[in-house]
């Protein structure tokens, strides 16, 4: 296994995390496995150098947190893994269960830790930008936290660029704790944070940890997964020519190279210049296995190449856009000007 620094802190974690969002109850979504199905992936994952496990309030509507902490109390010492979990969405109904006010981020972390059965978490992270909660109040109650020795570090995901910004205004006016990482989406079929928000967290010291590296499956060429077929949000993501071209580029390499779909995909986001760690959330051993022969894989320029070349711009994939984004093809025409002749 490989490890790094995370940003500008001292914590050395793994360059594979292991995502859990696929380990609760099924109860919550159909496609979640329950403890005795999680603690093979777990285990595996611990034996083969993983000291970075992300998890978050929301999964499972909390049991995911208390499954994994099940297991990790059977399997690890906890002074030899970084546990990182989210706060925002929730775990109940109610007005004031989700989001980032004081009120919430202090109930979330005392909870997240009595499900975890931990004394402290090492990145407690805020799952979103909250539009509704003035900075300020976010990033004290953060402080707060880490100076109660409830987390180590402070960490950020899925966000504007503008929004990281004033997160890092505030913390710097007021002499507050800043983030130490910042989650994100990439893979080959989503790029969009090239732009700016990898650069700028490059700038300011952020590491950046990366999620969906296989684009939730359809990268793998099996978007008929169990997940795909009741999570609408793959097709919201994913649904448009753009990303179909780019999925067979994937399987073009793979199939020259003699290795899978998922290898491959893996390989571009983990050896990507502005990614330091990346999510692998796997439902069987074998699954996580490609993520580490990913490690090993360099691509040379051909290959890159192969991979890059049908990618296009597009909106950006955030909590405010589902349900209303552009898909990369063109929308028909307006009759008004449907009906100008001449024009090329």
């Given at each position: 296994m490989q490890y790094i620094r995370l940003g500008n802190s001292?914590?050395?974690?793994?360059?594979?995390?292991?995502?859990?969002?696929?380990?609760?109850?099924?109860?919550?979504?159909?496609?979640?496995f329950d403890e005795r199905q999680s603690e093979p992936i777990v285990a595996h994952a611990l034996d083969n150098g993983i000291n970075f496990i992300d998890l978050a309030d929301f999964y499972s509507a909390?049991?995911?947190?208390?499954?994994?902490?099940?297991?990790?109390?059977?399997?690890?010492?906890?002074?030899?893994?970084?546990?990182?979990?989210?706060?925002?969405?929730?775990?109940?109904?109610?007005?004031?269960?989700?989001?980032?006010?004081?009120?919430?981020?202090?109930?979330?972390?005392?909870?997240?830790?009595?499900?975890?059965?931990?004394?402290?978490?090492d990145v407690f992270m805020l799952h979103y930008f909250d539009v509704n909660t003035p900075v300020?109040?976010?990033?004290?109650?953060?402080n707060d936290i880490v100076r109660a020795g409830k987390a180590r570090y402070i960490g950020v995901s899925t966000m504007l660029t503008g929004q990281l910004a004033k997160m890092l205004m505030a913390c710097e006016r007021n002499g507050w704790v800043k983030p130490i990482?910042?989650?994100?989406?990439?893979?080959?079929a989503y790029r969009e944070e090239e732009r700016e928000m990898i650069p700028f967290c490059r700038d300011q010291g952020l590491g950046v940890s990366v999620f969906s590296?296989?684009?939730?499956?359809?990268?793998?060429?099996?978007?008929?997964?169990?997940?795909n077929q009741t999570d609408l949000f793959t097709q919201q993501m994913y649904c448009d020519q753009a990303s179909f071209d780019?999925?067979?580029?994937?399987?073009?390499?793979?199939?020259?190279?003699?290795?899978?779909?998922?290898?491959?995909?893996?390989?571009?986001?983990?050896?990507?210049?502005?990614?330091?760690?990346?999510?692998?959330?796997?439902?069987?051993?074998?699954?996580?296995?490609?993520?580490?022969?990913?490690?090993?894989?360099?691509?040379?320029?051909?290959?890159?190449?192969e991979l890059e070349r049908n990618y296009t711009p597009c909106d950006v994939i955030n909590d405010y856009t589902a349900g209303n984004r552009i898909l990369r093809s063109p929308r028909p025409g307006l009759e008004r000007f449907d009906l100008i002749e001449g024009v090329a």
């Open positions: 001292g914590l050395q974690v793994s360059r594979l995390c292991l995502g859990t969002m696929n380990m609760g109850t099924p109860d919550w979504k159909p496609w979640i909390g049991m995911g947190e208390e499954v994994v902490g099940r297991i990790l109390k059977r399997l690890a010492r906890r002074e030899d893994i970084v546990v990182t979990t989210k706060v925002g969405y929730g775990t109940r109904s109610g007005i004031n269960a989700c989001g980032h006010s004081r009120k919430h981020i202090m109930d979330s972390i005392d909870a997240s830790l009595t499900r975890l059965g931990m004394d402290y978490v300020e109040e976010t990033m004290e109650a953060l990482n910042m989650q994100l989406q990439l893979n080959c590296p296989l684009a939730r499956g359809l990268l793998t060429g099996e978007v008929q997964s169990n997940r780019i999925a067979h580029s994937v399987q073009r390499v793979a199939r020259a190279r003699g290795v899978s779909n998922a290898q491959i995909a893996q390989a571009w986001v983990v050896h990507h210049a502005g990614v330091d760690c990346m999510l692998v959330g796997a439902d069987t051993t074998e699954q996580f296995d490609s993520a580490l022969a990913a490690l090993d894989t360099r691509l040379d320029a051909e290959e890159l190449h």
